[in-house]
Structure formats: structure tokens, C-alpha cells
């Protein structure tokens, strides 16, 4: 069974970073897409950034210049880094993947909190 798993939520200052994480167990073959999202209380989940098997990134407008998506392929595993946080980026991040593998299809992680506060 395929997991997706996000750590490194937590409490930041504005202006701060965090890293997040998202790693992956299973019966995983290959990795094709991987992303984050995020939602905020009332809002609808969106794209933070996602990065393809061949290193291709897209980032929502919001983020860029201030995110970075990033993957190591021998760990399967997908990193957020987050810099210069506003209290705007304050959400609930998804991790988000296409896996090929055992049960191949498109799988989310439980999320993990980030909160951007003073």
C-alpha cells in the first residue's frame, strides 16, 4: 500500500522559512509528478508547486521566488522549502503523487499545518 507522508509543519515568525517534507513507502516503482497544495480554512486546496520525474517545476504565482520544490529520486521524497513566509501562506500542506507502482494512481498525504504568526 502506498503512503504519502508530510512532516515539518509547524509555528513560524513572518519572514521566517520552514522545510517541509513528504515521503513515500509502498510498492513504488517510479514517481512520475509530485506536488504540494495547500488549504486555508475556508478556502479551496490549490497548487503551491509540483515537479515532474525530470526535474520540471511549476509554481503558483503567489510562492515564486520565495518556495522551492525539490525531490531526491533514490528516497523517493518530495521537499517544500519555504522562505520568506507571510501570514497569507499560513494553511494545511498537501503532499500530491502520481506513483506507478503495485496500485499505480494518484495518492495525497494526511497534510501537515504550517502557521504563520508573530
Known amino acids: 500500500q502506498v503512503q504519502l507522508v508530510e512532516s515539518g509543519g509547524g509555528l513560524v515568525q513572518p519572514g521566517g522559512s520552514r522545510r517541509l517534507s513528504c515521503t513515500t513507502s509502498g510498492n513504488i516503482l517510479r514517481i512520475n509528478y509530485m506536488g504540494w497544495y495547500r488549504q486555508a480554512p475556508g478556502k479551496q486546496r490549490e497548487l503551491v508547486a509540483a515537479?515532474?520525474?525530470?526535474?520540471?517545476?511549476n509554481y503558483a504565482d503567489s510562492v515564486k521566488g520565495r518556495f522551492t520544490i525539490s525531490r531526491d529520486n533514490t528516497r523517493n521524497t518530495v521537499y517544500l522549502q519555504m522562505n520568506s513566509l507571510k501570514p497569507g501562506d499560513a494553511a494545511d500542506y498537501y503532499c500530491?503523487?502520481?506513483?506507478?507502482?503495485?496500485?499505480?494512481?494518484?495518492?495525497w498525504g494526511q497534510g501537515t499545518q504550517v502557521t504563520v504568526s508573530s
Open positions: 500530491h503523487g502520481e506513483i506507478i507502482g503495485g496500485t499505480s494512481g494518484y495518492y
Open positions: 515537479i515532474t520525474s525530470g526535474g520540471f517545476t
